[in-house]
């Protein structure tokens, strides 16, 4: 299934369900077919999503460092940074503007 987020102060993101059930698992939302996410509660999931990316960064980068000590600077990614980027965006963005985010609308 595929989710596209819309929000007045922002473009829309169009995410795959696997990664949207991340996000909101991370932010403690239920994901159902629409829905929205309020003003007044997009500083705490900004917060709890940019916390989880940090915490991601840093795992991957003690594994990495742990594994792969020797081999210099391989490719190191931060996927879940990479991949929620555009939906944090979105969210600070409709933050910023006093919008809401939605879906399925």
């Known amino acids: 299934m595929i989710y596209q987020f819309r929000s007045k102060a922002a473009p829309d993101v169009i995410m ?12 403690g939302h ?3 077919p ?5 003003v007044e509660k997009l500083p705490a999931y900004i917060t709890a999503l ?34 929620a ?3 944090l965006e979105l969210m600070k963005q409709s933050n910023a503007k006093g919008e809401p985010v939605m879906w399925g609308v």
């Open 16 to 27: 795959l369900a696997d990664l949207t059930q991340q996000i909101f698992d991370i932010l």
């Open 34 to 38: 629409r829905g929205i996410l309020t």
């Open 50 to 83: 940019e916390t989880a990316i940090l915490k991601d960064l840093e795992e991957r980068s003690q594994t990495k460092n742990g594994a792969n000590e020797h081999q210099g600077h391989s490719k190191s990614a931060d996927r879940l940074g990479q991949r």
């Open 85 to 87: 980027y555009p939906f």
């Open 30 to 32: 239920p994901i159902e």
